[in-house]
């Protein structure tokens, strides 16, 4: 029974924690272009490459 003492408050604050992470990854507009990375590898922006003998 001790032991939910302890684990019971660590667990909250690791959610807690995790929770704070997402908002914080909201707020900084991590998911705003998902498609934009994806699009701009298949963009082939050099040319062929020369290849000596």
């Not at 302890?6 to 998911?31: D, E, K, M, R």
Request: net charge negative; charged share 20%.
């Amino acid at each position: 029974m001790n032991n939910l003492i302890f684990l019971i408050p660590v667990a909250l604050g690791l959610g807690l924690l995790g929770l704070a992470a997402f908002v914080w990854s909201l707020h900084t507009n991590q998911y705003d272009d998902l498609d934009g990375a994806a699009q701009r590898i298949l963009d082939d922006d050099d040319g062929p490459e020369e290849t000596t003998s």
